[in-house]
């Protein structure tokens, strides 16, 4: 089992930034991905940004070159840097592992931008 706490969220208006962190503990050898989802209300989960086990990072396209993933799992710790945030960036944001047979969420942390 691996359990994954977020912190950091809140409410910043448009064009300021926030720092998501998320400690992972537990069975940490076997995940293989650590990375960041985001649920907003009415819309499907989607993926914002992960990073492997050899370090490489993915971003959604909508935050590239405004967010920023580092950490990783040898660390037990992610982080999202937001910038340039905008209020369709409003969201729940859930950290998220990747493990050789299943993947595990955490509880997720509010993140709103006001315009």
């Known amino acids: 089992q691996v359990q994954l706490v977020e912190s950091g969220g809140g409410s910043v208006h448009s064009g300021g930034s926030l720092r998501l962190s998320c400690d992972a503990s537990?069975?940490?050898?076997?995940?293989?991905?650590l990375g960041w989802y985001r649920q907003a209300p009415g819309n499907e989960r989607e993926l914002v940004a992960d990073i492997t086990n050899e370090g490489r990072t993915n971003y959604a396209d909508d935050v590239k070159g405004r967010f920023t993933i580092s950490g990783g799992i040898a660390k037990k710790k992610v982080f999202l840097q937001m910038d340039s945030l905008k209020p369709e960036d409003t969201a729940e944001y859930y950290c998220?592992?990747?493990?050789?047979?299943?993947?595990?969420w955490g509880q997720g942390t509010q993140v709103t931008v006001s315009p």
């Open positions: 998220y592992a990747k493990g050789i047979d299943r993947g595990y």
């Open positions: 537990g069975s940490v050898f076997a995940i293989y991905v």
